[in-house]
């Protein structure tokens, strides 16, 4: 059983935090104590008692109007997805704050997976040899999509580059959870219930998944803690997608179809495998559920 998170009287700034595993985490942050706001464009209000703050962060004047003279003990940078949004912040929050925890992701070693390759630890990845180009079209939504990896990838070594504050990031599996907006959850109950095949490549390699639930929790931790340097957040036992279809099923028959040449597999279908090591978040203090405790309940909320 991991140790109850205890923020009393502090600052949190949370960028960000709107929805999906975002709003938990605000939650989260204000139930152990913090007193928190929430900077984001005002797509939806926050939860009772957190104080709202709109600004465009990607408007670094608009940023430092709306953040006014307020210090922080912690931000955690929920949307952060490019190399300028992180000079940016980095500029902005250099004074303002401690300690800077940025959401990243498990696709950051996209271009390390190998099939069978073992679980990545966060030390697969050298930032200091990552090369950081701010004049990439970073303001393209199709070309950011298409970079989603490697824009966090940079945006991730201008923080370790900076000296302002203590820089901690994040590195999120693949999230699932009830309040999945982006499609991918819905599309595997979707197939499986009316029997229509789930596209996989001939051999699928593992991957990591996360609890929406456990993700939020994990992040107020890591706001709580003093480690610096990144950590992969994953629930333990990987799964292939065949193995992933199988446990969204529950009891019904999925029906797996091989992908052919130049159309596109179901979502976490991969021909290279990168799952995480989570072996340095249990060394910090923070041990990961199993999938296998979560998924089913997770697959019947979708059905819900």
């Known amino acids: 059983m991991n140790s109850p998170i205890s923020l009393d009287g502090r600052q949190v700034c949370v960028i960000g935090g709107s929805r999906y595993f975002g709003r938990r985490l605000v939650q989260e942050l204000r139930d152990a104590g913090a007193a928190v706001s929430v900077v984001n464009r005002g797509s939806a209000p926050p939860p009772p008692g957190v104080t709202h703050l709109l600004a465009d962060r990607d408007d670094e004047a608009a940023l430092r109007a709306a953040l006014g003279d307020r210090r922080f003990d912690v931000v955690v940078d929920q949307v952060c997805y490019t190399p ?3 000079r940016v912040a980095s500029r902005v929050f250099a004074g303002r704050t401690g300690r800077y925890v940025m959401t990243s992701t498990v696709e950051v070693y996209a271009e390390l997976g190998r099939p069978g ?20 079209p970073w303001e393209e939504p199709a070309f950011l999509e298409s970079h989603y990896g490697e824009g966090k990838r940079q945006a991730e070594a201008v923080f370790s580059a900076q000296r302002g504050f203590d820089f901690a990031a994040v590195r999120t599996a693949h999230v699932l959870g009830g309040a999945d907006f982006t499609g991918r959850l819905a599309h595997y109950v979707e197939r499986i219930d009316l029997g229509l095949p789930v596209l996989v490549h001939a051999r699928p390699q593992p991957a990591s998944f996360v609890h929406e639930a456990e993700i939020a929790r994990f992040l107020a931790w890591a706001a709580a803690a003093d480690f610096t340097g990144p950590v992969n957040a994953a629930s333990q036992d990987p799964l292939d997608v065949r193995a992933l279809g199988l446990a969204l099923a529950v009891g019904r028959e999925p029906v797996f179809e091989l992908v052919t040449p130049g159309t596109a597999a179901s979502p976490f279908s991969f021909d290279r495998g990168y799952p995480l090591n989570v072996s340095r978040a249990a060394r910090l203090g923070f041990v990961f559920s199993r999938t296998a405790d979560w998924l089913p309940a997770v697959a019947e909320e979708a059905r819900a």
């Open 117 to 136: 390759g073992a679980p990545l630890a966060e030390d697969a990845l050298d930032l200091a040899a990552q090369r950081v180009d701010l004049e990439l």
């Open 84 to 86: 300028r949004q992180a």
